[in-house]
């Protein structure tokens, strides 16, 4: 066996390819969209290695036209999730004991697979079956989760490599071991590279994983278990299933091996996972880890010195990319009384140029929200405004669903800082706007800080540095990650760790060394060299005259 020190490759952002017509990324894609559309897919699960089909199928239809069917899964039970299980729990002791460098090796090459031959069809499907545009797709899939790969090695790398002091006669050391048992994951519909994060992130630290996405992510998930096998994941490290989640919840939460759970989704399926994990906690061999970015009511602020173009194409490029369906989206402003309409009509301008439809037409910007269900929602919340006093709709307000779920770019001007859609995460392409008396920005900064639970992105525009540092101040707990004249969207692995706190989850900052401290449980081992063998301490050694018995006559 060779010995030695190893330094990875040092990681570097991903460049993002531009797409512009006659490149040939964009024809590589557009080929790879034809083909994949001209098939229907048999998608199964993975267990331990093996392709699980039960014949129970359930089709996957792109959101933008959802009477064409590009797949169909096939969905498991309670039994496959045991069997998800224990082929994770088999393949534990092999995977925990392979050398770090191996599995470094792994992700490395998943990142150069990704960045190569499967670029153009984790962008495909990811576009077909999410309703992503081309750049939205090829920043999440392709050059996001390329980032998570390249920079995780590298944090794994920095985190074996903080060792203990020792003292002469001794040698400290410290190892990370994984979680003793199996790590669940729990992933989202809207990002591809969240989604392959989240059961990686703790692989890569020796866990075994049993890995549940949406079902609506299930067709670029399915690719993404291909990348994952070719790059040479062992069968059983992580197993892909597609079971309802409270039956999947059921087994899981149960078992005496839960070693922690890894999750982006909804607060309130967070707060109902965590308290039954609390039920449950006698159960278990060891505390889970509990790990979730849950959403947010994302902020921006305009500070009256603000630049008024810079604001709006804020607005707009925050709140309305991928259909508002980021965590980080921009769903509610705060505008001073002296920009507001200024901001407004800046907007107004840019959405009377967006284009809505198809994913596959590149000449579009927004395209379907992900499901009939979050249209029907998006649409009473849509006629809620138009039919309130309190209320105006200043752009879009409309909504069809005969072909796709497509609901236009909205903006509301709400009377109430404390409007239903000023409070309430709609996850859709509807932002609301309050304007403020520009004399009271202080006033504003309360408004922002107390109107939502949830903490996850928010931003301050301004020219005037004392308001930008006032708001730091003010709002140092409204958001995990906070952005200076910027859109509160598009953090970067290695430049802005991601993560939320209050309601929006419990901050673990997905690509930076924090969340892997998450996957780790660590060992102090001391050795002593040569081992003392008298176990008088020298204080005990007293001479005559310090005998403080003697004139005690004892």
Known sequence: MANGFFNVPTPLNEPVKGYAPNSPERLELIKMLKELKQQERDIPMYIGGQEVRTGRRLPLSPPHDHQHVLAHFHEGDAGHVTQAID??????????????????????????????????RINATTMLGQSKNAFQAEIDAACELIDFFRFNVAFMQELYGQQPISSPGMWNRLEHRPLEGFVFALTPFNFTSIAANLPASAALMGNVVVWKPAYPQIYSAQVLMELFKEAGVPDGV???????????????????????????????????????????????????????????????????????KAVATAITRGAFEYQGQKCSAASRVYLPSNLADEILGYVKEDLATVKMGDAEDFGNFVNAVIS???????????????????????????????????????????????????????????????????????AALDLVDSTSPYALTGAIFSQDRYAIDLASQRLVNAAGNFYINDK?????????????????????????????????????????????TDYRYPFLGALPHEDLNRDKGL
């Open 87 to 120: 082929a994770a729990l088999a393949a534990r002791p092999a995977w925990a004991a392979l050398a770090w460098e191996q599995r470094a090796a792994i992700f490395l090459k998943a990142a150069d697979l990704l960045a190569g031959p499967y670029r153009a």
């Open 238 to 308: 992580i197993n892909l299933i597609y079971v309802d989640g409270p039956v999947a919840g059921d087994v899981i939460f149960k078992h005496r091996d839960f070693a922690g759970i890894h999750f982006t989704g909804s607060t309130k399926v967070f707060q109902t996972i965590w308290q039954e994990i609390g039920q449950n906690i006698s159960r278990y061999k060891s505390y889970p880890r509990i790990v979730g970015e849950t959403g947010g009511k994302d902020f921006i602020l305009a500070h009256p010195s603000a630049q008024a």
């Open 372 to 442: 009939e269900v979050s249209f029907d929602k998006l649409a009473r919340y849509i006629d809620g405004a138009h039919a309130d006093p309190d209320a105006d709709v200043v752009a879009g307000g409309t909504y069809d669903k005969s072909k796709g779920y497509f609901v236009a770019p909205t903006v509301i001007v709400a009377k109430d800082p404390k409007y239903v859609t000023m409070c309430d995460e709609l996850f859709g392409p509807i932002v609301t706007v309050h304007v403020y008396d520009a004399e009271q920005f202080e």
């Open 488 to 532: 509160p969207t598009g953090a970067v692995v290695g430049q802005q760790p991601f993560g939320g706190a209050r309601a929006s989850g419990t901050n673990d900052k997905a690509g930076s060394i924090l969340n892997l401290l998450r996957w780790v449980s660590p060992r102090a081992i001391k050795e002593t060299f040569v081992p003392v």
